[in-house]
């Protein structure tokens, strides 16, 4: 088979230059939130936002040393430290007989030769069925979230517990490359029956957008020491014990090819998978936080727009106030959650607003027309001097569109906080602009293809 086409040294080195200046820009804006005199007052907010703050101070970081992180998860007594043990090339990682001799996750530098401008940390964890609980699940979300590979050794046929780990893992949305571990005490004819076995489980439907049978390995990380029968010359006849070596080129030239084809697209598009979820955090805390301000800040504009609709005359600019105000509101409650918003951009979210609202806002503006042009007849009849009649009717006709017009201009305030917490990741430099650009640029039969479908997905659903 054929290997994948390598990406342009270029093309990568662009990936990484997009990743720096996003998370620059967003270190730039979120990180001297501390000297805003509005975040200066409400101290749990400014401590509610600094862990995401150090999580885009991390990533970049972790950009600049060009470090890619691979973890090795799995039950006890797979042999998930002799695996990283056996790339490195020397017993770094402590193993042994008996379970449980990895406590906690630890990490090792590895140096692989040709390995391209990345560098490699490899990522030792406890057996998944050691810590029970939701202290299990919290280390394995945690160390998932800040690897870019994830390695899940299985020692033969898999179980339902491996399986159950398997599927938790896969909501990490990382490159999963399922390596068959201690082949060395099967037969062949076993080996050759679990494997295929693997294989059948990377096509299932649940398995195929991060799995697939291509991304199965065997190896004999630690092989048991074999009886060796030695005949000498004088006719003697001695047995010896003999440890093989480790079997892992398969794994490592798997490895080491991805890193040169995609290792450091790979490390950028996990940057900004984790500097998107830190700006939503970021923006769901201010929103939830700033609640009861926004709230009165959006009643605010409400009967400001009331009370200008309904004392303006003219109809035509009923609906340029009107959308001069709800522009207005947008502005400030992104000002009030110090989320960037331009003109222009405001501009295009009242655009959405309107536009997803089921035609509702719309309808609103078509009836603020409807009366403002009956609002204006009447005030025309009543400069004529037709009486007291026309003033009934100018009032009546006020008042019913001041309350519509205050009313819209709620709701715009209502669905405009719910895109400025999604749409915080947007933007020429946002973490959604660069991964969907990343996304667009991978070529087909890569890790980071099979990734596609399902962060794309993810971007489309903040957008929408």
Known sequence: MSNPPSPQPNLQESHLKSARAS?????????????HRQIALNPSL?????????????????????????????????????????????????TGPLNGVTQWPRSVRWTPQNNGKVQVELIDTPGLDEIQGQARAQMARSVARQSDLILFIVAGDITRTEYQAL??????????????????????????AIYRKLQQLGATEAQSKLLTPNEIVRVAADPIPRQMRLEWPDGRVTYEWETPKPQVDELKHKLLELLNREGRSLLALNAMVQAREASVNIARKTLELRDREAEALIWKFARYKAIAVAANPIAILDLVGGAGADLALIRALGQLYDLPMTNYEAGKLWKTILLSSGGLLLGELGSSLLMGLGKSTAAAVGAAGE??????????????????????????????????????????????????????????????????????????????
């Not at 998370?23 to 990180?31: D, E, W």
């Not at 973490?431 to 990734?451: C, F, K, M, S």
């Open 23 to 35: 998370l620059k820009q967003a270190i730039a804006q979120y990180g001297q939130l501390n000297r």
């Open 46 to 94: 400014q401590a509610a936002l600094k862990p995401e703050v150090e999580v885009l101070k991390s990533s970049l970081d972790k950009l600049d040393q060009g470090v890619i992180r691979i973890a090795a998860f799995g039950l006890v007594s797979r042999g998930k430290s002799a695996v990283l043990n056996a790339l490195m090339g020397e017993k770094v990682l402590q």
């Open 167 to 192: 599927l938790e893992l896969e909501q990490a949305q990382k490159p999963l490359i399922l390596v068959f571990n201690k082949t060395d005490l099967y037969p062949e004819q076993d080996i050759e």
């Open 387 to 464: 009486g007291a009649l026309s003033v009934t009717a100018y009032a009546g006709t006020a008042i019913a569109q001041a309350t519509l017009a205050g009313y819209g201009a709620y709701k715009v305030g209502r669905v405009a906080q719910v895109y400025l917490e999604q749409g915080c990741t947007w933007g020429p430099l946002g973490a959604n602009t660069v991964i969907q650009d990343i996304l667009n640029q991978v070529e087909p039969n890569t890790i980071l293809y099979r990734l596609r479908q399902e962060l794309t997905a993810g971007v489309k659903g903040d957008r929408a």
